[in-house]
């Protein structure tokens, strides 16, 4: 499973306005769009589904027909968290493409949720909190085998603090955000990969004015 985030210097993924930050370029946004093509799944918190409205397909025509030629859905399947269950039936992430759209929901909100979002999506009680290795255990099953975690920093925190990360791609923008009420890459707390058990960098690849660090953790 891979985790990718793009960040600012001091490490905030956007800034505490309505308007979505760009912290990529043309050049980086194409590389995600590989990574993407090359996934069987693609994972974000029901918060980034709010907050950016994604549709999570792939972009390049000519990857999707080479998904296509391989016997695969033109773009990824898409999965989301949720603890309250509010998601709108009408946000890109269930209205744009065709792919599977899975959503894990806590055991209190999955019903209900259930029934508003009807067939547009298959919801799935991942318990009470949201078990993530429930979680990979049912995609697991549905056929994935490589997974792309693309955020927010609840998603980000829970997996690296559970360490279900493989690999980690970090692309960090040249400039600062400053923000206290801006959302960050992580939240606080303990990690396993301290200083006692690092991760392992596999690549620097500069991109213009951003550069991606790419991390190994097994």
């Known amino acids: 499973m891979l985790?990718?985030?793009?960040?600012?210097?001091?490490?905030?993924?956007?800034?505490?306005?309505?308007?979505?930050?760009l912290l990529s370029n043309d050049e980086d946004f194409d590389r995600v769009d590989e990574v993407r093509a090359s996934c069987d799944a693609i994972l974000v918190g029901a918060?980034?589904?709010?907050?950016?409205?994604p549709r999570l397909l792939v972009r390049s025509p000519e990857r999707s027909r080479e998904r296509v030629a391989r016997g695969l859905p033109p773009s990824p399947a898409k999965?989301?968290?949720t603890a309250s269950g509010d998601l709108d039936p009408a946000a890109a992430f269930f209205a744009a493409g065709d792919a599977d759209r899975i959503v894990y929901a806590a055991s209190g909100v999955a019903a209900a949720l259930r029934a508003r979002l009807g067939r547009t999506a298959a919801v799935v009680d991942a318990g009470d909190p949201v078990d993530l290795g429930r979680v990979l255990d049912d995609l697991s099953g549905r056929g994935v085998r490589r997974l792309m975690v693309e955020g927010g920093t609840s998603v980000?925190?829970?997996?690296?603090?559970?360490?279900?990360?493989d690999e980690l791609h970090l692309v960090v923008a040249p400039f600062f955000v400053?923000?206290?009420?801006?959302?960050?890459?992580?939240?606080?707390?303990?990690?396993?990969?301290?200083?006692?058990r690092p991760m392992r960098l596999a690549e620097v690849r500069p991109m213009g004015g951003v550069v991606l660090l790419r991390y190994l953790l097994t």
């Not at 990718?4 to 930050?21: F, K």
Request: charged share 35%; net charge negative.
């Open 47 to 53: 918060g980034t589904i709010r907050r950016d409205d």
């Open 178 to 196: 400053g923000d206290p009420a801006a959302p960050r890459f992580v939240a606080g707390g303990g990690f396993p990969r301290d200083r006692r």
């Open 156 to 165: 980000h925190t829970r997996f690296l603090r559970e360490d279900l990360v």
């Open 3 to 21: 985790l990718s985030c793009a960040m600012s210097v001091d490490g905030y993924i956007d800034d505490d306005t309505p308007e979505r930050l």
């Open 79 to 81: 999965a989301t968290l």
